[in-house]
């Protein structure tokens, strides 16, 4: 009997601190999927008001009706891509947009709220451009795929170190949680990507430590056969691929 009542004293326990540890993540895991980032360069900025909140976007003008829209990754700051993409796209006019609580921008991330940025930022581009390609690393593919599917007009589609979902990746990371049942922002890119009729170039990092590269290949997938230029980069990890020599070519850079 008192064999039994350990059992039971220890499976309870075991199931509290299960399910506190659930319960920490509910509660701080858009801690654990944003990280702001002050923006260190100074590039020209400009202000764009949004639903609740001001963002900071980094623009580099250039002549003409091409603009690049980026959306970086959840521990980027933007305004350090700049100079790499006014090399690599010296005909379009480059807007980076600083997240919610990124840069000097104020609010909180959200999915939803990201979401909407990005229609705000199209909104704002599309008065001076009439050609413009989304551009989305790591956490900013999602943001870019969405917005790609809302606005049918975009030109390209360029998705660096992409993912199918944040719940997969988060599954993969934390296998012993019910994580798809736990997340408020998903991004759910595989789920919009067979909507999708834009040219698209996908790139991956063949020894990605962050997005495995599964999770990129998988969203591949659910892309409309002969729509995805994809690359994988040798040897390169999730910060470095874009010093491969191969790099430009792979996100169809036009320079």
């Known amino acids: 009997m008192k064999l039994l009542q350990l059992a039971v004293g220890l499976f309870s326990t075991a199931a509290l601190a299960y399910g506190a540890v659930c319960a920490g993540l509910y509660g701080f895991q858009r801690s654990l999927l944003y990280f702001p980032q002050p923006a260190r360069m100074d590039v020209p900025s400009v202000r764009l008001a949004v639903d609740g909140a001001e963002l900071q976007i980094s623009v580099r003008p250039a002549k003409g009706d091409k603009a690049l829209l980026y959306f970086g990754g959840n521990a980027e700051d933007v305004s350090g891509s700049l100079p790499e993409l006014a090399v690599l796209f010296p005909e379009h006019s480059i807007y980076l947009m600083h997240y919610r609580g990124y840069g000097s921008s104020s609010g909180r991330p959200t999915e939803a709220a990201l979401h909407g940025d990005a229609l705000a930022l199209w909104a704002l581009a599309s008065r001076s451009h009439s050609q413009i390609t989304l551009m ?50 998903r991004f759910d890119s595989a789920a919009l990507a067979p909507e999708l009729r834009v040219p698209t170039w996908v790139v991956s990092a063949e ?36 010093l491969h020599p191969t790099y430009p070519m792979a996100i169809g850079s036009v320079n």
């Open 136 to 185: 989305g690393r790591s956490l900013g593919s999602g943001i870019a795929v969405r917005l790609a599917s809302q606005q049918n007009s975009t030109q390209r589609l360029i998705l660096v170190t992409p993912y199918d979902s944040i719940a997969e990746v988060a599954a993969a990371q934390f296998p012993w949680l019910p994580v798809r049942w736990l997340l408020k922002d």
């Open 207 to 242: 020894n990605d430590e962050v997005i495995a590269p599964e999770r990129t290949a998988a969203l591949v997938q659910r892309f409309l056969p002969g729509l995805v230029q994809f690359t994988q980069i040798p040897n390169a990890g999730h910060n470095d691929l874009q």
